[in-house]
């Protein structure tokens, strides 16, 4: 970045204008301004978790709003996340090494007969935004992989996506399995896709059917938060 394409030196903003101007660059995609803000404030002895969390997740946040709303478009949402997963590359590394709290764990898959991946890809990137740490299996995914993924990974929530009518019906068959397996009540399962709705989400049993990639996030938050407060009560 030359100093006459823009004339905001990153290095001499303090703390707090630099958090809010990452969060006008996550909003206009900006990758490798993201990159150099993430290394100033480590630099200047801010936690991972905390550039991560203030920083990172504060910003995505408006784009996640400004997305429900309207305001932005998938495009747009891309490009924010692609700036995010800059980030998210510089972070992760150190994350681990100090034992970061996530906010939760999520593995999500398109099902099996479905190539489709866009949405899910930006539920994945949204949910990362969110601070979620995601196993993402891909596409095309029959229930052994789902099992396989639950059983390795423990997550917290299964994420099920499908854009053709004709694969929908195979989200009951994942949910029907676990259920026979005795694990079905071990995690929150969300569905989403284009021709999917409220009604079809009850019908196969899913703990809830998500319009878009702003309300995944949202709706992984609460059970998240449901789940944090039974383990309070539980103690």
Known sequence: MSDEEDDIILSELDDEELVQQMFDDLYDGLREEIEEAVNILLERKWTPYR???????????????????????????????????????????????????????????????????????????????AGFEVVDLGINNPVETYLEAIETETPDILGMSALLTTTMPYMKVVIDTLAEKGIRDDVVVLVGGAPLNEEFGRAIGADAYCRDAAVTVDTAKEYMARKHNQLKAAN
Request: charge should be negative; proline fraction near 4%; avoid cysteine.
């Open 51 to 129: 550039v991560l969390t203030d920083a990172l997740v504060g910003g995505m946040t408006v784009v996640g709003n400004d997305f429900r709303d309207g305001v932005l478009f998938v495009p747009e949402v891309l490009l924010a996340a692609n700036a995010m997963k800059g980030g998210m590359v510089i972070l992760k590394p150190l994350l681990a090494e100090t034992g970061a709290p996530q906010v939760g764990k999520m593995v999500i898959g398109t099902v099996k007969g479905d190539i489709h991946d866009i949405g899910k890809n930006l539920v994945g990137m949204m949910m990362e935004g």
